[in-house]
Structure formats: C-alpha cells, structure tokens
C-alpha cells in the first residue's frame, strides 16, 4: 500500500458536469497505484447515487455502473452525509451504491485523517 | 518542498490558471521544486496550437511554456480529457487517423497514472479550478 | 519531507452566493485549519461577509492581488490578514495538506 491516502469529493449531480466522471477516473487511476481511495459525497452530490437512474434516454453513460464497481477495484470507503440524506429526503436505501451515512462532526474528521483530497 | 499542481479549469473563465502560474512563480522563486503540472478537465481545451489569443491578451499557454523552459517544469496533459477534446500529439494523431496533431510543444499528453505518481512523489498537491 | 505545524489550508475562490460551497467547507474546518479566499472569493473577505467566516475561529487569509484588482481594500473586515504570492507559498507548506473549493 502507498504512504498516502486520498479523499474524493463529489459536489454536483448527475449529467451536469464532467466533474464526477473525472473524480471516478481519478479514483480508479490511483487505486491502480495502490493509493488507498475513499469517496464522500456532498450536498448535491449525493443525487448521482439515488435510485432509478435511465440515463439512455439522455443518451449519456450511466456512472452508477462505475460506482457499484468500485469494489472490485477494493474502494470500499464511500461516505454520505446524514444531513445531506435529509435534505433530499432520502434514506440510504435510496441509493444504488453501499454508503456509511455519517454526521458533519464525522466528516470533518474524515477530511482530516485524509493525506490529500481533490475536490473538482 | 516539493509541489505538484492539478490544473481542473477553462482558460476562457475564471483566473485559475493565472493563481497556478503565480503561484508556481512564487513557489520556484522560493526554491521549492515543481514535480508536475497535470492539466485535466477542460483545462486542456486550451492547449491547442492552433488556438488564437487576441492581441491585447495574455496567452497562459505561453506562459507555461516560458515557465517551464526556465525551470525544466513536467507539463502532463490528460491523454483522454485531451483526445475527446480534439487535443492531439502526432502519436494519438496517427493512431485515430485525423488530419493534424495540434496539441502545443512542450506539453507532453499522458495518463492518470501519473497523477497518481504526482500524489506519491509530492510533498504538497495543490488544486486550481473553476 | 514536511515541516507542517498546522492542519488544512482550506482555500475557496467563489463568492459568498455559492451557499452551498462555503456550507460544505465550514462544516469541514476545524481548529489547526485555516480559510484563504482568492479570486472571487475576496468579496468574502468583506465586512459583513467575513462575519460568519471569523465565527469559525481559525485564521483568515485573502490574497492581496485579488483585493487590489477588484478594488476593495477599503472594505477588509479587520481579522482577515491580506497576504502576497510568497505567503500563499509559506501558508501551503506549514499547513499538512490543502483542499481547494470551486
């Protein structure tokens, strides 16, 4: 394993940037390396995982098949925050991927335990 | 210490490139090394030779490239955030048979890894972004 | 090689109408961390504005060539120090890591 871990944050829903595409790519490239990666999902972001996605009719790549890969690329460690589950009114059932809910306090110190974060 | 940056911006809003040139500057000024530049995103719309910056502007392209001639800095430029963006070294050229490679000298296309190397290799990983 | 005393160096460079952007990144700042505003972000760096930021307790940093070129100076709230590209530097290595915010 590397000498350093890295954080993800996703911000932006679904088909609206090229930002969560990018933040997966980089997730991938870097588990490669052997880099251990988790992933947190904030705010808006927590809308690229719910449920019932048909992104065909937009005729764009569904990045839900990414994200419920990510396993076999051993990232394990995605985090959604409470909060932000009731915001949107969702529970963790309502998404597609395993996520820990946790609290802002909690979040706060994931970012700190972290060596690097990217943030697009 | 040793920097990399990770360039995520549009050279056509924002002033995130010119704090990453400044900022490099400073840094290199200050006798700190610059392991790696990693343009990503659509930062690297911008490193087309063919693009045309208006007389009375600044091109940041240029400036990476006086930047880097002076200190020997590693400008990497995301090979599959280039292609889909129509950004080509004669390699990539060839390979999806197009007209022109137009990706400016200078800049070298490459894959995430090297981010990742970035990350590794580095003391500090700093993100300029819009 | 790392000669860090501090935390992380939280650095945001949008207006204070990006709610959710300066939301997510208080939530994120704890003691040993500390906010520098550049670009738009400087706006922030404003009386009334930076109000809510010095709440947070940490130190407050804005970038002086942002401030001179939107032409602000005047308008500083008193517990944000104005720093030069060399401190941005200074700031970066004595801080472990950084997290951007755009």
């Known amino acids: ?120 | 210490m040793i920097f990399s940056l990770l360039i995520y911006a549009s050279q056509n809003s924002g002033q995130a490139e010119q704090t990453a040139l400044r900022f490099s500057r400073s840094a290199l000024a200050q006798g700190h090394k610059i392991h790696r530049v990693f343009f990503y995103g659509e930062t690297v719309s911008a490193l087309s030779n063919l693009k045309i910056t208006p007389r009375d502007e600044i091109d940041i392209t240029r400036q990476w490239l006086d930047l880097a001639a002076d200190d020997d800095l590693d400008l990497v430029v995301c090979i599959s955030a280039a292609v889909r963006r129509g950004v080509l070294n004669q390699q990539e050229c060839d390979r999806h048979n197009r007209s022109a490679a137009n990706l400016a000298a200078g800049f070298n296309l490459s894959g995430l890894g090297q981010l990742a190397d970035a990350i590794l290799s580095s003391d500090r990983l700093l993100t300029f972004g819009n | 090689m790392s000669d860090a005393n501090f935390e992380t160096l939280h650095i945001i460079n949008k207006t204070f109408s990006n709610g959710a952007l300066y939301a997510d990144c208080c939530k994120a700042v704890l003691p040993g961390d500390a906010i520098l505003l550049i670009e738009s972000a400087v706006y922030s760096a404003c009386t009334l504005q930076a109000a809510e930021l010095v709440e947070l307790q940490v130190p407050l940093y804005a970038l002086e060539v942002d401030i001179q070129a939107r032409g602000i100076s005047e308008r500083i709230h008193s517990q944000v120090q104005a720093i030069n590209d060399d401190t941005f530097v200074s700031l970066t290595c004595q801080y472990k890591k950084s997290i951007s915010w755009f």
């Open chain 1, 1 to 120: 394993m590397a000498d350093k871990n890295l954080l993800l944050i996703f911000r932006n829903p679904p088909f609206a940037d090229s930002s969560n595409r990018d933040t997966l790519d980089i997730a991938l490239a870097c588990s490669a390396f052997d880099i251990p990666v988790s992933l947190i999902f904030l705010h808006d972001g927590i809308l690229q995982l719910t449920r019932g996605q048909q992104s065909k009719s937009l005729q764009q790549k569904n990045l839900l098949n990414t994200f419920n890969a990510l396993a076999m690329y051993d990232i394990n460690q995605l985090f959604v925050l409470q909060s932000d589950l009731q915001r949107f009114e969702l529970t963790t059932a309502d998404l597609s991927v395993d996520c820990q809910a946790i609290s802002d306090s909690k979040m706060a110190q994931l970012l700190r335990q972290s060596d690097r974060v990217i943030n697009l």
